[in-house]
Structures are given as C-alpha cells and as structure tokens.
C-alpha cells in the first residue's frame, strides 16, 4: 500500500512517499505555505500525481500525549486537506521525528530543510509498525 506523509507546518509542509509495497519511506520535497490557495493546490497536485491510498498527516502532541496549540492548528489543516483531497486522510503521532531526522541527517545535508526528511521518519515508523501486524500468540 503506498502511503504519502506529510510533516505539516505553517511555513513549510514536508512530503515523503512509500514504494507500492508500503515498506520504504523517501523524502519528497516541500510546500511552502500549504494552507494559502496557492499551496493547497501545489500539494493536492502532488497527492493525485503520487496517488497514495493513504494520507498520513504527523500531529505534534506535548511530550505528555495531549494536544496543545499546534495539535490544534494541525487538527484545522487535517480539516482543510479534508475538503480538497478524495483520499483517505489520518494523523499519526509525530513526536521526535524531526529531532530524529537531524540525527539521521548527514552533515552536509542539514542545510536541507528538514521537513520532508521528518516526514519520511513519521511515515518509515508508520510503515514499520504496521507491516509487523498484531503481535503473535504463543498459544494460537
């Protein structure tokens, strides 16, 4: 199942897409402003050419797991993409990716935006814990 993320942010949108197999996550590239008409039509643009069967969107929760003001901003994104995108839309808890993704970086890449490098790091962990399944019982 191919799967396009998205690392959402007011001033840049971070993309990455998976294989058709739904098990390698690359970064795509960026949209800058996505919530202006412009930018919303950029990024609709690149879902229907990636044709993803899934639209995962990161939302940034506290390191508690609740949603502060940026879950909220990102929750009225979700909405928005909603109402432009036929595709399957759902959010996945993107706490760390970014700091993930500059770890990751090598160094003279981090002069790279790093959103699309976080949002391959949300949808890598996405592709990875669901390929694994449910865990297996020993008693079946």
Do not use: W
């Not at 058709?20 to 039509?41: D, F, I, K, N, W």
């Not at 595709?87 to 002069?111: G, H, L, N, S, Y």
């Amino acid at each position: 199942m191919k799967v396009l993320a998205l690392d959402y942010g007011k001033r840049r949108t971070g993309i990455a897409v998976s294989d058709v197999t739904g098990t390698l996550a690359r970064p795509l590239g960026l949209v800058e402003r996505v919530t202006s008409e412009r930018g919303m039509a950029e990024l609709c643009a690149i879902i229907e050419r990636e044709a993803p069967e899934l639209v995962l969107v990161g939302m940034p929760l506290t390191l508690r797991g609740e949603h502060g003001p940026q879950a909220a901003e990102t929750a009225a994104f979700v909405t928005l993409l909603k109402g432009r995108c036929r595709r399957p839309i759902r959010t996945e808890d993107e706490r760390f990716t970014t700091k993930v993704a500059r770890q990751v970086a090598e160094p003279a890449r981090r002069r790279v935006p790093d959103d699309p490098a976080a949002a391959a790091v949300l949808l890598q962990g996405y592709l990875d814990r669901t390929a694994a399944g449910p865990p297996s019982g020993a008693g079946g």
